[in-house]
């Protein structure tokens, strides 16, 4: 149990363990491999510059996943944390799914990204929502400008969004809470190491993540059956 003082504010970082469980696979776990490519030789700049078609296939595929996926009893129970403590709670997602927001969170910082938007590689527009997918025979979508379209996904290499405002929050929580991601790809596998001289940290996830020493308490176990009964409010 976590308690949540009525000043704190509440650091929360989710990985894709937190949507395993609504039937969306982790990276690094068993199902993790799309048609044997690995996750960084499909979601990169180099892959989109070679071969364009594939990434759009890997991404149509992810966006087919993601609108069959339900929220779970963790996304929902963070949805109601944000109801009771408002603002003071900061919810960043490594996830490009929706289902914290299908789960009813208003504010959700995603920093790898959204699966289901678009965005032109050359201009300056908007990332747009788009759901539809782009596999063979259908062509590669195109903005008026020319450019082609991509996926509105921060891919390896690139830097994440929402930094700043990202790293003004680790300034000033209380409480940094990681569930179910393995601590393995920057910055977001920093992000506790920078604020445990002064907040309280923990992990929610059935394996110890690869920065676990860097938690002072780790729940062993499946977020959709801890992360409901894991805060108590003051
Ligand atoms: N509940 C909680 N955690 C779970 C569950 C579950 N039901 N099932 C698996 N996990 C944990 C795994 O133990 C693992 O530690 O979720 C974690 C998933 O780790 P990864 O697959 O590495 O996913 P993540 O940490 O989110 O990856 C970070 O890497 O591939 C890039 O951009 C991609 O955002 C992603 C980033």
């Known amino acids: 149990m976590i308690r949540v003082g009525k000043q704190n504010r509440v650091f929360i970082l989710t990985g894709a363990g937190v949507s395993a469980e609504s039937g969306i696979p982790t990276f690094r776990g068993?199902?993790?491999l799309w048609r044997n490519y690995r996750i960084e030789?499909?979601?990169?700049?180099e892959a989109w510059a070679r071969d364009p078609v594939l990434v759009w296939e890997f991404y149509s595929m992810r966006r087919k996943m993601a609108k069959a996926a339900r929220p779970n009893a963790a996304h929902v129970a963070l949805a109601e944390l944000e109801s009771k403590i408002g603002e003071r709670l900061f919810l960043c997602t490594q996830n490009v799914d929706n289902l914290h927001e299908q789960a009813?969170?208003?504010?959700?910082?995603?920093?790898?990204g959204e699966l289901l938007k678009t965005r032109c590689e050359r201009?300056?527009?908007?990332?747009?929502?788009?759901?539809?997918?782009?596999?063979?025979?259908?062509?590669?979508?195109?903005?008026?400008?020319?450019?082609?379209?991509?996926?509105?996904?921060c891919w390896f290499g690139e830097v994440p969004f929402k930094l700043d405002s990202i790293f003004a929050e680790l300034e000033r929580c209380a409480l940094f809470v990681a569930i179910g991601t393995s601590g393995v790809v920057e910055p977001a596998a920093s992000f506790v190491a920078q604020v445990r001289a002064r907040a309280r940290t923990y992990y929610v996830g059935p394996e110890l993540p690869a920065n676990h020493s860097a938690f002072e308490e780790c729940f062993q176990g499946e977020a959709g059956k801890i992360v409901p009964d894991l805060f108590r409010l003051d």
């Open 41 to 45: 030789a499909v979601a990169s700049p």
């Open 123 to 153: 201009c300056l527009r908007e990332p747009f929502a788009d759901d539809a997918c782009y596999e063979p025979p259908v062509a590669i979508p195109r903005c008026e400008c020319g450019g082609k379209l991509r996926p509105h996904i």
């Open 104 to 112: 009813g969170s208003t504010h959700v910082t995603h920093m790898h």
């Open 30 to 32: 068993a199902g993790g």
